[in-house]
């Protein structure tokens, strides 16, 4: 089935207080802290995203149909465990058709419900502050070690607009039908981030917002280009990539600077599946068999550094610098 990249943008108005936990300790005496990108913007990680809209359209699967397919096809499903009887030795996953990207905080307004509301500043270099606890039931007083100071990303009761988008790969028929399922999951959103007590996280729901943005069909060319034998690529991303992973502690874990030509090489036969062809059949799976790819090393960080490039292989010998 041959299939369009779909494109949604998405705006989720998170009123204060909310959590969206980082790893590191960036303020003294702060025990946890608001995750954040390379430019120390604010963002709602991809996976809370994720989790949020599979749990709301299987909510919605239940009472109408999908546009196309199941929950499952949507969001893929994991390998089969091998030691199941009826394992048939195909453990393959079942590759998801919707990608979530992080969210990043564009604006604070101090009073949500009024649209002429002012804009609050972004606070660099500083950090608002509240507390948590547990209350001990027999003394009343807080329980010991129940004491949690937590970052503040904006006064209470002001709200955070994050900003981003969702891709989804179906024909391009069903785009408008997309947009519509998509947004009834995002008004059933009543709360995001960890600790979702009352008052914590609250999505407000009449400030937030789902609309398509585009339709592009993956287009194949019609004839192949003649390639020399060896070509040199260059890539970027547009999204956070994990490859290569080592666990660093309980529940984190840290990829490598280094993409693996296999993952490459991965990421090409999905393409060409999702644009309606069979990259393990045929000439098509004959010619991707013999297909190899080096692995991709990251750029120069700034001009003249050459550290991190691969050498050229006509290099046999390099005298002085």
Not at 42 to 58: E, I, K, S, T
Not at 68 to 75: I, M, P, Q, R
Not at 246 to 275: F, H, M
Not at 284 to 289: D, E, K, S, T
């Amino acid at each position: 089935m041959k299939r369009d990249r779909l494109t949604f943008d998405l705006r989720l108005a998170v009123r204060s207080p909310f959590l969206f936990r980082g790893l590191d300790g960036r303020f003294v005496g702060v025990d946890v802290t608001h995750l954040r990108d390379q430019e120390g913007r604010l963002v709602v990680p991809a996976d809370q995203v994720r989790g949020v809209f599979r749990q709301n359209l299987a909510i919605l699967a239940e009472h109408v149909p999908l546009p196309n397919g199941s929950v499952d096809d949507l969001f893929g499903r994991p390998s089969a465990p091998t030691d199941e009887e009826d394992a048939v030795g195909n453990n393959e996953p079942g590759r998801g058709l919707i990608l979530f990207y992080d969210l990043v905080a564009s604006r604070i307004v101090a009073d949500p419900d009024d649209e002429k509301a002012p804009e609050l500043p972004f606070v660099a270099g500083a950090v608002r502050e509240t507390t948590r606890i547990a209350i001990d039931e027999e003394s009343g007083s807080v329980k010991e070690g129940a004491l949690q100071v937590l970052e503040l990303a904006a006064p209470f009761g002001a709200a955070v607009f994050f900003e981003g988008r969702i891709t989804l790969f179906d024909t391009g028929e069903r785009a408008d039908a997309w947009a519509k399922t998509l947004s009834r999951a995002l008004a059933l959103t009543s709360a995001i981030g960890a600790m979702k007590s009352p008052g914590w996280g609250e999505v407000i729901r009449s400030r937030s917002s789902l609309a398509k943005a585009s339709v592009v069909p993956l287009v194949l060319p019609e004839k192949a280009r003649l390639l020399p034998d060896r070509v040199r690529l260059r890539m970027t991303f547009d999204r956070s990539i994990l490859v290569d992973a080592a666990k660093v502690s309980g529940n984190a874990v840290e990829g490598r600077a280094v993409v693996p030509g296999s993952v490459i090489k991965g990421a090409l036969a999905r393409r060409l599946e999702l644009a309606g062809l069979s990259p393990a059949e045929g000439l098509l799976g004959n010619v991707l068999a013999a297909l190899k790819f080096g692995h991709a090393r990251p750029e120069a960080v700034s001009e003249g550094d050459v550290s991190d490039r691969p050498l050229p292989l006509s290099l046999v010998v390099a005298r002085g610098r």
